[in-house]
């Protein structure tokens, strides 16, 4: 029986599922339940184990799916007339309506995931967080699509695509954006869609209004915004790498212990369509490859991928002037036959316009005097 026990707490631990353990400390007969009994109670209110039957059941439950929503363990007392027992500190007494009577102790203790922390970048302070994480007991995540982690190799994760963030963020994760520049924005716009319970950003306050700025031209409500915390850390006057990364990992220690409840596991994880390997940018038409694409944009439900930051500012500006169906017919300006664009095997580029040809003799005769048959064209 309790080999079971420990193989189903490490089978919920390997999943990231949160779990209460219920043990029967003292009993006086009549009871089911003896000490040393155990059983562990999930998100779901399902129990596993033996701690007393339908009696003490209900209670131990609901006790325990409250102690996973406020983070807190309680000792509780069930017996038929718990206004007649001494009350003792700490133990909280509950009546059953079972006639056959007796007494049971339970402690009831939430069980969670580590915290989890998850770094962007890979410079001197992500190097140093990484290793501060793992000596603070944090599941340490590392986001390093430049280098693919080759210098961060000690995080239980390596994560090379901005786009797989969102996939590494449980209720109990904890982010810190630290580029220092190179692509803030990028990465916020994938860490504010899967709502960590804490943003950091390592930038300057200027560098912070400049994230702001693009963030929210890129649509990005402020009531999202609020939840960036720039420049991240407690102020200890830190100035090295290491000493910056201490900073941080105190503050994100100080919110974890003074949220007013646990993280809310209830939820269930927001589920991300898959992700292509290659787009196409809408822009300049090139192919981007997603795993590594730092210029990303949603428009009306869509993500769309970008070669860099002039595309997306174009695109940005005026969305409907990239995504207008583009004709797949073309009309050869010499010889007025239809050309069908995408298996043309003559073209032209003139005055920013391009000319498709059913054959090569059109497309000298066009280049050798354009405007004479643009200007026919006019005319007819």
């Known amino acids: 029986m309790y080999h079971a026990f420990f193989s189903k707490a490490q ?13 029967v400390v003292r009993a006086e007969k009549p009871t089911s339940g003896k000490p040393g009994d155990k059983a562990l109670i999930t998100i779901d209110g399902v129990m596993y184990g033996w701690v007393g ?6 209670t131990v439950i609901r006790e325990a799916l409250k102690s996973l929503k406020d983070g807190k363990s309680r000792f509780i007392r069930l017996s038929p007339d718990p206004e007649k027992l001494t009350p003792r500190e700490g133990l909280i007494d509950f009546p059953v309506t079972c006639f056959s009577g007796g007494t049971l102790e339970i402690y009831i203790e939430p069980q969670f995931p580590h915290p989890r922390l998850l770094v962007i970048g890979s410079l001197p302070v ?3 967080l990484v290793s501060l994480g793992k000596v603070m007991h944090y599941e340490v995540v590392s986001v390093d699509p430049d280098d693919a982690g080759k210098s961060l190799m000690e995080a239980h994760h390596v994560v090379t695509s901005l ?3 969102s996939h590494y963020v449980h209720p109990d994760t904890y982010v810190v954006v630290a580029t220092h520049g190179s692509y803030d924005e990028a990465a916020l716009e994938y860490v504010l869609k899967a709502k960590p319970r804490y943003i950091g950003l390592v930038a300057s306050q200027k560098r912070f209004q400049a994230v702001l700025d693009y963030l929210r031209q890129a649509g990005v409500p402020d009531s999202e915004l609020e939840h960036i915390k720039a420049p991240a850390g407690l102020d200890i006057q830190a100035q090295q790498g290491e000493e910056i990364a201490l900073s941080i990992l105190a503050e994100i220690v100080q919110q974890r212990h003074n949220a007013p409840e646990s993280a809310d596991w209830s939820k269930p994880l927001v589920e991300q369509e898959p992700v292509p390997d290659v787009a196409i940018d809408p822009v300049c038409g090139m192919e981007v490859e997603t795993a590594s694409a730092r210029y990303v944009y949603d428009y009306e439900g869509k993500t769309y991928y970008f070669c860099g930051e ?8 005026n969305p409907q002037q990239y995504l207008q169906p583009k004709p797949s017919i073309a009309i050869d300006p010499v010889c007025h036959m ?18 498709y040809f059913c054959a090569a003799g059109c497309k ?3 280049d050798k005097d ?6 026919l064209i006019q005319i007819t």
């Open 11 to 23: 089978e919920l631990l390997d999943q990231n599922k949160p779990f209460a353990t219920a043990v």
């Open 53 to 58: 039957g339908s009696c003490s059941q209900p």
């Open 126 to 128: 992500a190097r140093a």
């Open 163 to 165: 786009a797989d963030i």
């Open 310 to 317: 002039g595309c997306i500012n174009s695109f940005v500006q």
């Open 338 to 355: 239809e050309v069908d664009i995408a298996t043309a095997h003559y073209q032209s580029e003139y005055q920013g316009t391009t000319y």
């Open 364 to 366: 000298t005769r066009f």
């Open 370 to 375: 354009p405007e004479r048959y643009l200007n």
